[in-house]
């Protein structure tokens, strides 16, 4: 069997047993057994990855098809031939110099672990400087670098941490209003996948004017780098993203997450298809120890009203036990009005827009003695607005900010004392990502204060939570309590 390894994928040629590839490469997604498809058996459930006509297969998955075919056939001989451009000469990260930093020990272990294996995911807590251990590989590599984030405020954040590191003039820009690449690029992945793959007008069936000028230019610009970092990678196997991974032809390729085989909907494979498998890990547990991030208290509240219909939709249940559960929050608005008077600075995250307006009507109204400070802030607002709302709470100017899913990934505020998990959910992602917002070191800042609650009301909100709190449970390093809804209303 001969492989012929290409950055971004690889050819098998020779005699060789497809049925072996295909199992190293395939996956079943969560909830493929309610497929129609599946039910009249038209349909084994299985995502394939290896494209049996061309056979071909992503190169991330090289490693793990190579174990599963020494396992089967341990004598077959299998020739690779590696057609990937990696340089033997690079500058150790111990003596890489950036610009206001001087790096941590695991983030130069973590830069050279990137360096050392070419390709593979940063599995590393949240606040332990993900992005500077990747400034601290490009520089050394010094070669065309793309490096993909999404969200506005976290492109432009990121920008501005790429020109701050290394000078601004070789940092290039893109995003959907600016085309500004350079040796260096921030871009945004949303921002290139609509590019490389446009929508049609839905009532005209027409492609926007210059479609291909710009599909063109996004294919000619990720055939021009040679590393390509992906944050927040564990959203791989989002289309968008994965389109714009499968066509990047960087020999280096790395994702950075904290949580990247927590997905929970089993589309892991896709993540190493892109970029390899984990090449180093750092937990919240050695952060904490360390003394880079704070010791967590999560405070688990329990709530127990109102008593929801077994027989109702999510949504519905959503609904009526998080967003408009007025038992809950008060003691959302409570939590809140006493750690406000501790002046501490308190961050409520929320997932739906509605429940953010619900509780910035609340904070003002929910006792007639109690009047909370506060700004709310969401993705449709503008820029400026959000912008400046985070800058007065980074400022301390406002001690209280309720902030919808915008801040689930990547914004920098190192002062949050105070983090209340309004939104509940089941993604032990996000769980975790939101309460990394917290953990950077602060002045008078001892400890990060978490609130999340148990539902009780309904079975799927009761099973969210325990998902949550066996997540914070495997952290193995935070400090969890237990709290009575009622004992915190009556305060």
């Given at each position: 069997?001969?492989?012929?390894?290409?950055?971004?994928?690889?050819?098998?040629?020779?005699?060789?047993?497809?049925?072996?590839?295909?199992?190293?490469?395939?996956?079943?997604?969560?909830?493929?057994?309610?497929?129609?498809?599946?039910?009249?058996?038209?349909?084994?459930?299985?995502?394939?990855?290896?494209?049996?006509?061309?056979?071909?297969?992503?190169?991330?998955?090289?490693?793990?098809?190579?174990?599963?075919?020494?396992?089967?056939?341990?004598?077959?001989?299998?020739?690779?031939?590696?057609?990937?451009?990696?340089?033997?000469?690079?500058?150790?990260?111990?003596?890489?110099?950036?610009?206001?930093?001087?790096?941590?020990?695991?983030?130069?272990?973590?830069?050279?672990?990137?360096?050392?294996?070419?390709?593979?995911?940063?599995?590393?807590?949240?606040?332990?400087?993900?992005?500077?251990?990747?400034?601290?590989?490009?520089?050394?590599?010094?070669?065309?670098?793309?490096?993909?984030?999404?969200?506005?405020?976290?492109?432009?954040?990121?920008?501005?941490?790429?020109?701050?590191?290394?000078?601004?003039?070789?940092?290039?820009?893109?995003?959907?209003?600016?085309?500004?690449?350079?040796?260096?690029?921030?871009?945004?992945?949303?921002?290139?996948?609509?590019?490389?793959?446009?929508?049609?007008?839905?009532?005209?069936?027409?492609?926007?004017?210059?479609?291909?000028?710009?599909?063109?230019?996004?294919?000619?610009?990720?055939?021009?780098?040679?590393?390509?970092?992906?944050?927040?990678?564990?959203?791989?196997?989002?289309?968008?993203?994965?389109?714009?991974?499968?066509?990047?032809?960087?020999?280096?390729?790395?994702?950075?997450?904290?949580?990247?085989?927590?997905?929970?909907?089993?589309?892991?494979l896709k993540l190493i298809a892109l970029t390899g498998e984990v090449v180093y890990k750092v937990s919240n547990k050695e952060m904490i120890e360390e003394g880079v991030s704070v010791p967590v208290d999560?405070?688990?509240?329990?709530?127990?009203?109102?008593?929801?219909?077994?027989?109702?939709?999510?949504?519905?249940?959503?609904?009526?036990?998080?967003?408009?559960?007025?038992?809950?929050?008060?003691?959302?608005?409570?939590?809140?009005?006493?750690?406000?008077?501790?002046?501490?600075?308190?961050?409520?995250?929320?997932?739906?827009?509605?429940?953010?307006?619900?509780?910035?009507?609340?904070?003002?109204?929910?006792?007639?003695?109690?009047?909370?400070?506060?700004?709310?802030?969401?993705?449709?607002?503008?820029?400026?607005?959000?912008?400046?709302?985070?800058?007065?709470?980074?400022?301390?100017?406002?001690?209280?900010?309720?902030?919808?899913?915008?801040?689930?990934?990547?914004?920098?505020?190192?002062?949050?004392?105070?983090?209340?998990?309004?939104?509940?959910?089941?993604?032990?992602?996000?769980?975790?990502?939101?309460?990394?917002?917290?953990?950077?070191?602060?002045?008078?800042?001892?400890?990060?204060?978490?609130?999340?609650?148990?539902?009780?009301?309904?079975?799927?909100?009761?099973?969210?939570?325990?998902?949550?709190?066996?997540?914070?449970?495997?952290?193995?390093?935070?400090?969890?309590?237990?709290?009575?809804?009622?004992?915190?209303?009556?305060?």
């Amino acid at each position: 069997m001969r492989l012929e390894v290409y950055p971004n994928f690889t050819r098998v040629s020779g005699t060789f047993d497809r049925g072996t590839i295909d199992i190293a490469t395939r996956f079943k997604k969560a909830g493929y057994h309610h497929s129609n498809a599946f039910k009249k058996h038209a349909w084994d459930g299985y995502t394939r990855l290896f494209m049996a006509g061309k056979s071909l297969f992503p190169t991330g998955l090289l490693s793990r098809v190579l174990r599963q075919y020494k396992k089967a056939y341990p004598d077959v001989a299998i020739n690779i031939d590696d057609r990937r451009i990696f340089t033997d000469s690079y500058t150790p990260a111990s003596e890489i110099e950036l610009e206001g930093i001087t790096l941590y020990a695991h983030q130069i272990a973590a830069a050279n672990a990137m360096l050392e294996k070419r390709y593979g995911v940063l599995w590393a807590a949240t606040n332990s400087g993900k992005t500077e251990a990747a400034i601290a590989v490009i520089k050394s590599l010094d070669q065309p670098t793309v490096f993909l984030t999404k969200g506005k405020d976290l492109l432009r954040q990121t920008y501005e941490r790429f020109c701050e590191r290394l000078g601004p003039d070789e940092i290039g820009f893109i995003s959907s209003s600016k085309w500004e690449p350079s040796k260096f690029t921030v871009a945004s992945a949303d921002t290139l996948a609509r590019r490389l793959t446009p929508s049609r007008n839905k009532k005209t069936g027409e492609y926007p004017n210059g479609w291909q000028e710009k599909k063109q230019q996004v294919a000619e610009f990720l055939g021009s780098v040679n590393v390509m970092f992906i944050d927040e990678c564990h959203q791989a196997a989002a289309k968008g993203l994965w389109n714009v991974g499968r066509v990047c032809n960087a020999s280096y390729r790395f994702g950075l997450s904290g949580t990247p085989f927590k997905r929970g909907d089993k589309q892991d494979l896709k993540l190493i298809a892109l970029t390899g498998e984990v090449v180093y890990k750092v937990s919240n547990k050695e952060m904490i120890e360390e003394g880079v991030s704070v010791p967590v208290d999560v405070n688990v509240v329990d709530v127990d009203e109102p008593e929801l219909p077994h027989r109702l939709d999510y949504n519905v249940v959503y609904d009526s036990g998080i967003v408009d559960n007025d038992f809950r929050n008060r003691i959302i608005c409570t939590l809140a009005n006493r750690h406000y008077a501790e002046k501490k600075q308190v961050l409520i995250l929320v997932k739906r827009i509605a429940h953010g307006h619900k509780l910035d009507h609340m904070l003002s109204t929910f006792s007639p003695t109690a009047y909370v400070p506060h700004k709310f802030i969401w993705g449709d607002q503008e820029v400026e607005a959000r912008t400046e709302a985070i800058q007065e709470f980074k400022d301390g100017l406002c001690r209280v900010l309720v902030s919808s899913v915008i801040l689930d990934v990547g914004i920098d505020i190192p002062n949050i004392d105070v983090l209340i998990l309004a939104g509940g959910g089941k993604s032990y992602i996000k769980a975790l990502q939101r309460i990394g917002r917290g953990l950077r070191l602060g002045p008078d800042k001892d400890k990060l204060i978490v609130y999340d609650f148990a539902d009780l009301t309904h079975k799927y909100l009761a099973d969210h939570s325990l998902g949550r709190l066996s997540a914070y449970a495997k952290e193995d390093c935070f400090t969890i309590n237990n709290l009575s809804g009622m004992a915190i209303e009556d305060l």
